[in-house]
């Protein structure tokens, strides 16, 4: 497993622990709110219904006790009325743990749950008259347990979009890593290489300027790698400086760097940040040139047109070049980083790459450059 699969493994197990420990929390402390003011509204319930059973009593209405016990079960509260060891009215669903001591319990009792207020007296006229009450509060754990799973799946599709797009993120943040790596080691083999090949000791003249030659082209090589990274790394402030860049300047530093270039320009000024064009312009034609030298730029007012007659690319690699996908690493061959600077680039003038292959003509490259008035927005 590599490193950053770690870290986004140890960042997801902890961002999902905040997400389920705090929904955890939330939703407890609800119920318990919930369920408090349901205990109060019982007592208050349980006090009124204690006056009328006064009053019952002081008439000495027991057939009406029974009555009224009757009626409140459709309100989903239960009673049970003693006068002494005498029951006067008992619509008790359950019957009460007698070990229970006077106060509010709650009682569990198959699929129901009820609210218990067992033996109270407080607020009856009769000395030797106790009452059990209570009422059925399973809708209440009904729409806590709703809730909870309403918010599970909540929980569940959050963590899944915020993993996902981590892991994304964190994928392409740590892809040049890979495709630096990647690059890298071709020059470093072949430096090595050479390096071996002279300490031998025993080669002429001729083969030894050949080696010094490679090592020096491979260094150079990897001198542009770390431009280039160094470049991304200040691309990803946002911001850049848009200024009028002339052609000539262009033309010149190309043809220094690629003598085999042929370089036309059909206008005068290009628009942008200058050292970003070159280094753009740098890494396309660098990518092409691998496969042959026969290439061509062309500097339009809002094109920029680079042909390789010698080069091509297959259907899928033109798509995924096309998209602005990662490149798979068996497909990178040189390409990985610079093209990911190539896309940041224009992607910062806020133009458009096109890769195509064009019959009869070979690779064509094409950077549309937006340009509004004289500067760009």
């Not at 470049?231 to 052609?247: A, C, F, Q």
């Not at 753009?280 to 496969?291: A, E, F, G, I, Y």
Request: glycine share 6%; hydrophobic share 40%.
């Amino acid at each position: 497993m590599k490193i950053w699969e770690k870290n986004y493994l140890l960042t997801v197990t902890l961002l999902l622990c905040l997400l389920y420990g705090s929904i955890f929390f939330i939703q407890q402390y609800s119920f318990r709110i919930n369920l408090e003011k349901y205990c109060e509204n019982s007592l208050l319930n349980e006090g009124r219904i204690e006056y009328v059973i006064s009053f019952f009593m002081e008439e000495k209405g027991s057939q009406r006790l029974k009555w009224y016990a009757k009626s409140l079960e459709k309100q989903n509260i239960y009673l049970e009325i003693r006068d002494n060891n005498e029951i006067l009215a008992d619509t008790l669903p359950v019957r009460q743990n007698e070990d229970l001591e006077s106060g509010f319990h709650i009682i569990r009792n198959k699929h129901k749950i009820y609210a218990c207020i067992g033996n109270s007296c407080s607020n009856l006229s009769c000395e030797n008259v106790s009452v059990s009450y209570l009422e059925d509060i399973s809708d209440l754990y009904s729409v806590f347990r709703k809730q909870a799973a309403v918010l599970l799946f909540f929980a569940a599709f959050t963590s899944l979009f915020l993993s996902g797009t981590l892991y994304l993120a964190m994928k392409k943040i740590y892809a040049p890593v890979n495709n630096i790596a990647h690059e890298l080691r071709t020059p470093l083999t072949a430096i090595q290489g050479y390096a071996q090949y002279m300490m031998l000791g025993n080669i002429s003249g001729e083969d030894r300027e050949f080696a010094c030659k490679e090592i020096e082209k491979e260094a150079g090589y990897m001198n542009m790698l770390i431009e280039n990274l160094l470049i991304m790394g200040n691309l990803r402030d946002g911001r850049i400086l848009m200024k009028r860049v002339e052609s000539d300047f262009i033309v010149k530093e190309m043809e220094q760097n690629f003598p085999f270039l042929q370089c036309k320009k059909e206008t005068e000024y290009l628009y942008g940040d200058g050292t970003l064009l070159f280094s753009l312009l740098k890494n396309l034609v660098s990518n092409t040139c691998r496969q042959g030298e026969n290439v061509s730029l062309v500097l339009e007012e809002n094109l920029i047109t680079i042909l390789n007659k010698d080069d091509s690319l297959d259907e899928e690699m033109l798509k995924i070049l096309n998209s602005g996908r990662l490149i798979p690493r068996e497909k990178i061959k040189g390409k990985g980083l610079g093209v990911s600077l190539c896309r940041e680039i224009v992607k910062m003038h806020h133009g458009k790459l096109v890769y195509e292959n064009v019959p009869e003509e070979g690779l064509k490259i094409r950077v549309f450059l937006w340009q509004g008035g004289n500067h760009f927005i």
